[in-house]
Antibody
Framework: QVQLQESGPGLVKPSETLSLKCTVS?????????WGWIRQSPREGLVWVAS???????YYNPSLKGRVTISAETSKNHFSLMVTSVTAADTAVYYC??????????WGQGILVTVSS | VLTQTPHSLPITPGESASISCRSS????????????LDWYLQKPGQSPQLLIY???NRASGVPDRFSGSGSVSAFTLRISRVEAEDVGVYFC???????????FGQGTKLEIK
């Protein structure tokens, strides 16, 4: 059974860096078709933040203007997201997701991140 | 940019529903010739769940009341005989291999009348 769990701070101050981790069990991240981060807010709806595919191609949402980095520690079977210089606009529920094959995917339950002083 | 219509869809149980998803540009993935257009349902308080992948293929466990169709830049999700458990927000998602690009539609909220 594939399970994903997001972890990280629920509150981040403006201009600071947000770091989130997604721990995966039941499937190897390194074998996945793709894996990545999605966020959801009333203002933006569902938005892909970043992802990495089986071919090694990495996608970053252009609207985040180079503030985002996605990385993986395959030996520990987890992957991470870093967002620098956060503002209130980065307040959202952040989901991690993995797609082992085209016909199935798995999402974490989501973590609410609030940017506020 | 993916544009979904309608934004809200009140439906009587037993009726059929149809949701449109249009891409602002035609796309075609050159990875094995597949078109990566998926449909998700986000039920209240839950994470999105995959319903349809690659335009018209139902994910495991999805009832055959759900069907997807379309090509190039216009896609449709149809739900026949809507049930109370179908309420939630439906999203289309486009994925392009090269250059890498992922995007969601803005969602369609299905509610029971």
């Amino acid at each position: 059974q594939v399970q994903l769990q997001e972890s990280g701070p629920g509150l981040v101050k403006p201009s600071e860096t947000l770091s989130l981790k997604c721990t995966v069990s039941g499937y190897s991240v390194s074998s996945a078709y793709y894996w990545g981060w999605i966020r959801q807010s009333p203002r933006e709806g569902l938005v892909w933040v970043a992802s990495t595919s089986h071919s090694g191609t990495t996608y970053y949402n252009p609207s985040l203007k180079g503030r985002v980095t996605i990385s993986a520690e395959t030996s520990k079977n987890h992957f991470s997201l870093m967002v620098t210089s956060v503002t209130a606009a980065d307040t959202a529920v952040y989901y991690c997701a993995i797609r082992p094959v085209v016909m199935s995917d798995y999402w974490g339950q989501g973590i609410l991140v609030t940017v506020s002083s | 940019v993916l544009t979904q219509t309608p934004h809200s869809l009140p439906i009587t149980p037993g009726e059929s529903a149809s949701i449109s998803c249009r891409s602002s540009q035609s796309f075609w993935s050159y990875d094995h010739g597949n078109t990566y257009l998926d449909w998700y349902l986000q039920k209240p308080g839950q994470s999105p769940q995959l319903l349809i992948y690659s335009v018209s293929n139902r994910a495991s466990g999805v009832p055959d009341r759900f069907s997807g169709s379309g090509s190039v830049s216009a896609f449709t999700l149809r739900i026949s005989r809507v049930e109370a458990e179908d309420v939630g927000v439906y999203f289309c998602m486009q994925r392009v291999e090269s250059p890498s690009s992922y995007s969601f539609g803005q969602g369609t909220k299905l509610e029971i009348k």
